[in-house]
């Protein structure tokens, strides 16, 4: 009987550390170059474990990143910016490829194309 639990735990544990080492590959530090109707607008990309995140850039400032769901490659999130006194809606979706990103934000004013790399 106690070799069993012992087998037990030794799975138990093996199946736990694997969970934990799971993170999903969007999850980091992004520099990314949004191609808007106003031109391309750098900005940064902070997308944490927890679904949680920051969206920063110089002209847009900072706004916080909710919802961020992973799906393998795949990372889709929603975020509210002040562009000039708007409130504007910015939905993301898209895709890593190791140390790049690329996919569009969907917006009342269209979509428009992102692409980046992991920050070093």
């Known amino acids: 009987m106690k070799k069993i639990l012992n087998g037990w735990f030794a799975v138990t544990l093996l199946v736990l550390v694997g969970c934990a080492a799971s993170t999903p590959p969007a999850v980091g530090v992004w520099n990314v170059e949004m191609n808007t109707p106003l031109g391309a607008l750098p900005?940064?990309?902070?997308?944490n474990a927890d679904g949680t995140g920051i969206m920063g850039s110089d002209q847009l400032g900072e706004a916080p990143i909710d919802g961020v769901m992973y799906d393998g490659n795949s990372v889709s999130f929603s975020a509210e910016v002040d562009a000039q006194g708007q409130t504007l809606v910015l939905d993301f979706s898209g895709?890593?490829?190791g140390d790049s990103v690329s996919g569009e934000f969907g917006s009342d004013f269209g979509a428009f194309a992102v692409t980046g790399t992991r920050a070093q």
Not at 43 to 47: G, I, K, N, P, S
Request: hydrophobic fraction near 50%.
């Open 43 to 47: 900005a940064t990309l902070t997308l």
């Open 95 to 97: 895709t890593i490829d």
